[in-house]
């Protein structure tokens, strides 16, 4: 059973558009959500993460958005540049889960010119 | 050397074939994770280590055998390989109530 559902699967956006990749997740325990970069030959790499007490963290053009209710968290890249090209995994934990992410399937995006 | 290093990064082995991964974190952290990462799958956690200690076992054929002799390396012995055991593994260090996870590059491992 897979906790953490991701979308989409690949993405292709415009050099300057907006990127917006979905995550849902089932457990309501999970107080801890996190996005990772991955670009090809390198691990992933923490991009941003959020927690539960807000809706919306941003940092430079990275945002989450975060709906509590809905399980459901979202990365926006704003002005997306062709650097950004990368695969984008969501994740999630609980407190006290012994730091066990749960990741979703990633999303490969690609920025084109 | 900086960050979470592995080596080697790319191996090939027989299904009768033992070999070693080994990983090495220069961050100061007390945990240390394996990921086996597969396309199109999602990351999926192997064993953790806190403080020397293992934490987890996420149900893996014994086939895999970690050790960790201390809280810097961590390895991860292979031994009657399967070729659905091919994917890229991935080690991580954190500190061990962190939330941010260190991923090295990984290696590829193929099975034949």
């Known amino acids: 059973q897979q906790q953490v559902k991701q979308s989409p699967q690949s993405l292709i956006v415009q050099k300057g558009g907006i990127s917006i990749i979905n995550c849902a997740y089932e457990n309501t325990a999970f107080d801890y959500f996190p996005w990772y970069q991955q670009f090809p030959g390198k691990g992933p790499a923490l991009l941003i993460a959020i927690r539960p007490d807000v809706s919306e963290k941003k940092e430079g053009r990275f945002t989450i958005s975060f709906n509590k209710s809905a399980k459901q968290f979202s990365l926006h890249i704003m002005d997306s540049q062709p650097g950004d090209s990368a695969t984008y995994f969501c994740?999630?934990?609980?407190?006290?889960?012994?730091?066990?992410?749960?990741f979703g399937t990633g999303t490969q995006l690609k920025v084109e010119l | 050397e900086t960050g979470v290093t592995q080596t080697p990064r790319h191996l090939v082995m027989g299904m009768t074939n033992k070999k070693s991964l080994k990983c090495e974190q220069h961050?100061?952290?007390?945990?240390m994770y394996w990921y086996k990462q597969s396309a199109k799958k999602p990351l999926e956690l192997m064993f953790v280590?806190?403080?020397?200690?293992?934490?987890e076992n996420n149900s893996v054929p014994s086939r895999f055998s970690p050790e960790c002799p201390n809280s810097s390396h961590l390895f991860l012995h292979l031994h009657t390989l399967q070729p659905e055991d091919s994917a890229l593994y991935l080690c991580?260090?954190?500190?061990?109530?962190?939330?941010?996870?260190?991923f090295g590059p990984g290696t590829r491992l193929t099975v034949l």
């Open positions: 994740a999630a934990s609980r407190a006290g889960g012994g730091n066990k992410l749960t």
């Open positions: 280590y806190n403080f020397k200690e293992q934490t």
């Open positions: 961050l100061g952290h007390n945990a």
């Open positions: 991580a260090s954190s500190q061990a109530n962190g939330d941010e996870q260190f």
